[in-house]
């Protein structure tokens, strides 16, 4: 079975989630443990491009790219090919043991499109949160300090280190504890709710990092650009040039976790490049993989150099078949032009999302860069938090076949990060069944 037949819009045969997805999710319940959730107990069998097909023939439009993975589509051509020719040659080594080729031409990329023409130089890892725990390392090591600031509304994964740099307690951290110690969360800027200007948001963050921990003890800020899991949170202009011009003057390494906003999501390579910041190491995933697990850490050469030899590492960082992968992904953006396209399908989601703030009272705030956008959904006439209306919405979505995610410290958030090979016609009968959610909704 490949996925030449795979259709190129939404078609929903039996309920959702179908018979054959129902038996399956029987076994699962037998056999997988409670912690791993379900958005959607819909078992997926093909995908290509923008949609999938579950088990019982249903065709689904993907609006959330499995949180931002298949940027470049689902079973991308080029990444498809690229990986296979390098899983008949060349499967594993351990890049530190006896390296190859496709790790070094990973991380020469890397150097070429993140932010800032300044020497860098890049480790690959198998994970968002490892990256993030290697970044965390690598600016202990380099700066002789420890401790490491997060932002509110903040999400940077679920090992021990990252838990603790989580703002969400729940589902994440509860009951997983003692965490890492210091580790603080700063406020962040979150213009539809602090009404600050980039400058004023600016002010308290830093005043906190003086007064809470001190610059000389402060080792890193680590931040998401547009904060993903916490509800495509956009900073106000200015906020993130600000922390890092105090950042630089004190010897504070900047950590950009692009893990979500990263690789084209936001029509910039990197989203750091729309706000204007040149961030000291940044850190990918998703994306960049186009399926395959793989990140990295990319910085600055003098602090991604300060580690010892053999004190960064693992198994399986940098697997040959995933660089393969990564490359065609890089190709794929390129070739496609999908910075733009990333542009087009942004402009297309702010419009539809506004027109539908305009006329439904429960959308407090749309927000988004490129193909990153969102709805904040509240109780009108208020900013309170309002997750019902968003439960009601995706249910509704899904029944129709779109996929959607919700996000947020409140779950009140409908974020969108489609895949940037959508096409028009799937994009706009996305928005109409997202328009038809809203109408049931109220
Ligand atoms: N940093 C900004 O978005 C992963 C979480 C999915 P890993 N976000 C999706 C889930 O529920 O587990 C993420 C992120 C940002 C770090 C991470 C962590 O990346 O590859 O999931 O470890």
């Given at each position: 079975m490949s996925t030449s037949d795979i259709p190129v819009s939404r078609n929903i045969v039996t309920a959702i989630p179908g018979p054959k997805s129902e038996e399956l999710h029987e076994r699962r319940k037998a056999s997988v443990a409670n912690g791993a959730g379900c958005a959607l107990p819909v078992y997926i069998e093909r995908a290509k491009g923008a949609i999938f097909?579950?088990?019982?023939?249903?065709?689904?439009?993907?609006?959330?790219s499995g949180i931002g993975v298949t940027t470049v589509g689902h079973a991308n051509d080029t990444?498809?090919?690229?990986?296979?020719?390098?899983?008949?040659?060349?499967?594993?080594?351990?890049?530190?043991v006896t390296p190859?080729?496709?790790?070094?031409?990973?991380?020469?990329?890397?150097?070429e499109i993140t932010p800032g023409k300044f020497a860098k130089k890049s480790i690959l890892v198998n994970s968002g949160a490892e990256a993030v725990e290697n970044a965390v390392k690598i600016a202990r090591k380099f700066t002789g300090k420890s401790a490491i600031a997060a932002l509110d509304h903040s999400y940077h994964g679920r090992t021990n280190l990252t838990m603790a740099l989580n703002y969400k307690s729940v589902p994440y951290n509860l009951g997983f504890g003692p965490f890492a110690s210091d580790i603080y969360h700063a406020p962040n800027s979150y213009p539809y709710h602090d009404g600050l200007t980039g400058e004023e948001a600016a002010k308290n963050t830093i005043k906190y990092l003086e007064k809470h921990i001190g610059a000389e003890q402060l080792a890193a800020i680590i931040f998401e650009p547009i904060q993903g899991e916490g509800g495509f949170i956009v900073p106000a202009e200015g906020f993130l040039p600000a922390l890092q011009k105090w950042a630089n003057a004190n010897n504070v390494v900047v950590i950009a976790d692009e893990i979500q906003?990263?690789?084209?999501?936001?029509?910039?390579?990197?989203?750091?490049?729309?706000?204007?910041?040149e961030p000291d190491l940044v850190l990918s995933a998703k994306g960049m993989g186009g399926g395959l697990p793989i990140a990295s850490v990319t910085g600055k050469a003098e602090i991604m150099d300060s580690t010892n030899p053999g004190?960064?590492?693992?198994?399986?960082?940098?697997?040959?078949?995933?660089?393969?992968?990564v490359l065609g992904v890089y190709k794929e953006i390129e070739e496609k032009k999908l910075l733009d396209r990333a542009k087009q399908i942004g402009e297309k989601l702010l419009s539809v999302f506004n027109e539908l703030k305009a006329e439904f009272d429960f959308v407090g705030d749309v927000r988004g860069i490129g193909a990153m956008v969102a709805l904040e959904f509240v109780h009108p006439g208020t900013k309170d938090p309002n997750p019902d209306v968003v439960k009601k919405i995706v249910s509704y979505a899904a029944q129709q076949g779109v996929l959607l995610l919700d996000a947020g410290t409140y779950n009140n958030v409908v974020r969108t990060l489609p895949s940037l090979a959508i096409t028009d016609a799937q994009l706009d009968d996305a928005l109409t069944v997202i328009r038809e959610a809203f109408s049931q909704a109220v």
């Open positions: 097909v579950d088990v019982d023939g249903n065709a689904f439009i993907d609006m959330g990444v498809v090919e690229a990986a296979k020719a390098q899983l008949e040659k060349l499967t594993h080594t351990l890049f530190t190859y080729e496709g790790y070094v031409a990973v991380a020469e990329k890397l150097a906003s990263g690789t084209a999501r936001t029509g910039y390579w990197y989203a750091s490049e729309f706000f204007g910041i004190s960064l590492g693992g198994t399986f960082g940098g697997n040959p078949v995933a660089c393969a992968a």
